[in-house]
């Protein structure tokens, strides 16, 4: 049986707000500290793949998301109870 996982890689391209991203980081903490290893692709794929399909469901979603206010996500900025997760690729110098 093939596993859905495993299937061929398809790359996408993802543009959204700063938070969201941010959250994305968090989420993936958060699966680390489940003993999960992930990666920010995976997790997305596993919400995609678990989101309902009704229309109503989906329509209802992109409401909640259209009226969250801008600060929606910034309680979850300083989870130091989620382990640090090194994300893959060439770390960025800072500039002094």
């Known amino acids: 049986m093939e596993l859905l996982w495993h299937q061929q ?3 996408t391209s993802v543009l959204w ?3 969201v991203d941010r959250r994305l980081n968090i989420l993936v903490r958060a699966a680390a500290a489940a003993g999960e290893r992930t990666s920010r692709a ?3 794929a596993a919400l995609v793949a678990a989101a309902e399909t009704d229309p109503e469901e989906v329509a209802s979603l992109l409401h909640r998301y259209r009226r969250m206010p801008a600060d929606a996500l910034t309680e979850d900025e300083d989870r130091d109870d989620l382990p640090v ?3 893959p690729g060439p770390r960025r110098v800072a500039s002094s």
């Open 9 to 11: 890689r398809r790359t």
């Open 17 to 19: 707000p700063e938070d």
């Open 85 to 87: 997760v090194r994300t």
């Open 42 to 44: 995976e997790l997305l």
